[in-house]
């Protein structure tokens, strides 16, 4: 064996000792390295996954429409003596007196002089001061009978006026309801509380989700047929 192979041998024996001296002696150095390296990586592929989810989501809340929620308002008038909120029902246009909810809550004729000019408040600022009050409001709604289809104009339910205007907005509970029901054609009640819960936090047990899909019948927009509750069915009323 010549002397040039006898050296490679050896350098083919000695290199992992070698290397293994260099990471010894310079680790640190090599250490910073890496970490200069992978961590630009890393943080890139998380806030690419980031990204991707907030696209997803955009995505999602963008086939429904706009992402903010337009909060519902409800008809009151103050009573003059007490400055407490009575939800209108009937203005009887024309009439001395008013339809009304009271705070107890009852339903009431009252005179027009005992109360200031109608307003609309938010229906979150009447849950606060009395959640009994705006759920008999929704109830009121859900049991009405009025279809406005053989009624002519002027004797609308005045409860409705707050939900043509309702209509006039994308982000609004009924607006979302009747576009989930048409884009379904057809829909069970349960799964169409269940898409307005998930999409957009509307809460299962709320009223006024039963109050909305009411005003729509009311108006003619939908169809409901089946024995109640969550098995009852919506259709799109094309007549």
């Known amino acids: ?11 083919i024996l000695l290199w992992p000792v070698c290397l293994l001296i260099i ?27 980031v990204s991707s989810k907030a696209v997803t989501k955009t995505d999602t809340v ?5 992402t903010d929620l337009e909060d519902e308002y409800i008809p009151v008038v103050r009573n003059k003596n007490t400055n407490l909120y009575f939800i209108v029902l009937e203005d009887n ?12 809550p009852r339903i009431l004729d009252q005179r027009k002089d005992n109360y200031h000019a109608i307003e609309r408040v938010s229906s979150q600022e009447i ?22 289809a053989s009624q002519p104009t002027k004797k609308r339910p005045f409860y409705l006026s707050s ?12 607006s979302r309801m009747f576009r989930i029901i048409t884009e379904n054609g057809k829909i069970e009640w ?31 927009m939908v169809k409901i047929s ?14």
């Not at 939900?163 to 009924?174: F, N």
């Open 23 to 49: 990471i010894i002696l310079f680790r640190k150095e090599i250490s910073a390295l890496l970490n200069r390296c992978i961590t630009p990586r890393v943080e890139e592929k998380k806030q690419h996954e």
């Open 93 to 104: 246009d024309g009439g001395d007196e008013y339809k009304l909810i009271n705070p107890e």
């Open 62 to 66: 963008g086939k429904r429409g706009e």
């Open 226 to 239: 089946g024995n109640g509750g969550n098995n009852k069915t919506i259709i799109v009323n094309n007549e």
């Open 127 to 148: 849950e606060k001061q009395n959640p009994e009050q705006l759920q008999k409001y929704y109830k009121y709604i859900e049991s009405d009978q009025s279809r406005i």
């Open 1 to 11: 064996m010549s002397d040039s192979q006898i050296i490679l041998s050896i350098a």
């Open 190 to 220: 349960g799964d169409l509380r269940q898409e307005l819960n998930e999409l957009y936090g509307y809460q299962l047990n709320s009223g006024s989700m039963g109050a909305s899909l009411k005003a729509l019948e009311t108006l003619g």
């Open 163 to 174: 939900y043509i205007r309702m209509l006039e907005s994308k982000t609004t509970l009924p």
